[in-house]
């Protein structure tokens, strides 16, 4: 039972252009989300994160949309650069950000910035 | 930011042998470790969740006899594969995270068992 949904394997942007990396999620109970980079052969790094009070969070470069009723959140990269490639995992977890609860992490789609 | 380190990037053993991975917390006290394993095109899927000095919390579907976790310390845990087969090959990252702050995952370990 995949909990957290990320429906597209892959995602091809031209540089400078905006990329949007979508997350689907059905547990009602997750009230945290996160999203992470990962490069080949290395682990993933935390990038930017939403409690579920918001519908928005934005970092620099990276926002990241929540909308509850739908179970669907989304992480814009405005604009895109060569070294935005790598795989996007989206991941939520129970009891907000600073809890003892677990992540459950999507599938990951992998985003090529082409220069 | 924190960092977390684990050894052997990658090893390759025979079948039926064991094989033991090394997750470190380099700059801080983890509290609390977890291991994952990532499946090819998949998500990462959480196999325990171990505490310093306590037993592991195991994911339903994750043998624990197969998968032997040890936290003895605040800087190290141990992921020991018993009797290693060709369906454990993978990919297995740990993360770890002090007290409630954020987790930081490792560069992860590629096992191939032969």
């Known amino acids: 039972d995949q909990q957290v949904k990320q429906n597209s394997p892959s995602l091809s942007v031209q540089e400078g252009r905006i990329s949007i990396l979508n997350c689907d999620y059905t547990?009602?109970?997750?009230?945290?989300f996160l999203w992470y980079k990962k490069y080949p052969a290395e682990g993933p790094t935390f990038l930017i994160s939403?409690?579920?009070?918001?519908d928005k969070n934005e970092d620099g470069r990276f926002t990241v949309f929540l909308n509850k009723s739908a179970k669907h959140l989304s992480l814009h990269i405005v604009p895109s650069q060569p070294g935005d490639s790598a795989v996007y995992f989206c991941?939520?977890?129970?009891?907000?950000?600073?809890?003892?609860?677990?992540?459950?992490f999507g599938q990951g789609t992998i985003l090529t910035v082409h220069p | 930011g924190a960092v977390v380190s684990q050894h052997p990037s990658r090893v390759i053993c025979k079948s039926g042998t064991s094989v033991k991975i090394e997750c470190r917390s380099l700059?801080?006290?983890?509290?609390?470790m977890f291991w994952y394993r990532q499946f090819p095109k998949k998500s990462l899927m959480l196999m325990a969740t171990?505490?310093?000095?306590?037993?592991?919390?195991?994911e339903q579907g994750v043998e624990k006899d197969k998968f032997l976790i040890n936290h003895a310390s605040l800087t190290l845990s141990t992921l020991t594969v018993t009797s290693a087969h060709p369906e454990d090959s993978s990919f297995y990252i740990c993360?770890?995270?002090?007290?409630?702050?954020?987790?930081?995952f490792g560069p992860g370990t590629r096992l191939t068992v032969t």
């Open positions: 993360s770890a995270r002090e007290g409630l702050y954020e987790q930081y």
């Open positions: 547990n009602s109970m997750f009230d945290y």
């Open positions: 939403i409690s579920s009070i918001k």
């Open positions: 991941a939520a977890k129970v009891g907000g950000g600073t809890s003892y609860g677990k992540l459950t």
């Open positions: 700059d801080f006290q983890a509290t609390t």
């Open positions: 171990s505490n310093e000095g306590s037993k592991a919390t195991y």
